[in-house]
């Protein structure tokens, strides 16, 4: 279900820097929000089998042949980004 999904640690976090960032390696992701690596992996796979988050191999880096991944927010995922700020709203509708 969407809403356990969006509800896992870290998820918001995630989802909010790769839509500030656009399309940015796995690596960068990992240094900025400081998330173990081993959870970040989970994390967006899951974000990838529920279509929100999509991912690119880059094997043209001429890095020793290194193949380097890029992940992004699909359109879905700019959507389900939404209702971060519906949440958002609430809590300030809440506070007053």
Same mark, same amino acid.
Request: charged letters at 30%; a negative charge.
């Given at each position: 279900? /969407? @809403?356990n999904?969006?509800? *896992?640690? !870290?998820?918001?976090e995630?989802? #909010?820097? /790769?839509?500030?960032?656009?399309?940015? !390696? &796995?690596?960068?992701?990992?240094?900025?929000? *400081?998330?173990?690596?081993?959870t970040l992996?989970s /994390?967006?796979l899951l974000? @990838? %089998?529920?279509e929100?988050v999509?991912k690119?191999?880059?094997?043209?880096?001429?890095?020793?042949?290194? @193949?380097? #991944?890029?992940?992004?927010? #699909? %359109? &879905?995922?700019?959507d389900?980004?939404?209702?971060? %700020?519906? %949440? *958002?709203a609430?809590?300030?509708r809440?506070n007053?």
């Open positions: 279900m /969407l @809403i999904l969006l509800s *896992k640690k !870290h998820v918001k995630i989802m #909010t820097f /790769l839509n500030e960032s656009g399309e940015v !390696h &796995y690596s960068m992701i990992q240094k900025s929000l *400081k998330i173990n690596k081993g992996s /994390l967006l974000l @990838i %089998e529920n929100i999509e690119r191999k880059d094997e043209t880096d001429g890095d020793e042949g290194l @193949i380097k #991944t890029f992940y992004y927010l #699909t %359109e &879905y995922g700019k389900v980004m939404g209702l971060f %700020e519906l %949440e *958002k609430l809590e300030n809440d007053k």
